[in-house]
């Protein structure tokens, strides 16, 4: 099994940044696409950036030129830098991984518990 474990998340105010750190942990044989999704009160999970294992990146319209998202290898964690924060950025982030465990035939998708972000006007 893979283990996705969060952190960063929390309250500041419009304008303000967070960085959200994402470690994967457990029986990886390997790890591909990384990315966070987020979900607002009362809409639908929804993709914000993902990073392929050889570094390209996709965005979400809404966070384009605003979040910047990284990741390191060889410490299999992925990081989104979120600055000039809006209200409306704020939702619980989750981190999602396609990896394939070491006892797995393929790979598969694997969350994390999700953290908050709150954004303050």
């Known amino acids: 099994q893979v283990q996705l474990v969060e952190s960063g998340g929390g309250l500041v105010q419009a304008g303000g940044s967070l960085r959200l750190s994402c470690a994967a942990s457990?029986?990886?044989?390997?790890?591909?696409?990384m990315g966070w999704y987020r979900q607002a009160a009362g809409k639908e999970r929804e993709l914000v950036a993902a990073?392929?294992?050889?570094?390209?990146?996709n965005y979400a319209d809404s966070v384009n030129g605003r979040f910047t998202i990284s990741r390191d290898n060889a410490k299999n964690t992925v990081y989104l830098q979120m600055n000039s924060l809006k209200p409306e950025d704020t939702a619980v982030y989750y981190c999602?991984?396609?990896?394939?465990?070491?006892?797995?035939?393929?790979?598969?998708?694997?969350w994390g518990q999700g953290t908050q972000v709150t954004v303050s006007s």
């Open positions: 457990g029986n990886i044989f390997s790890l591909n696409t």
């Open positions: 999602n991984a396609y990896a394939r465990s070491l006892t797995a035939l393929r790979e598969r998708a694997y």
């Open positions: 990073v392929t294992s050889g570094g390209s990146t």
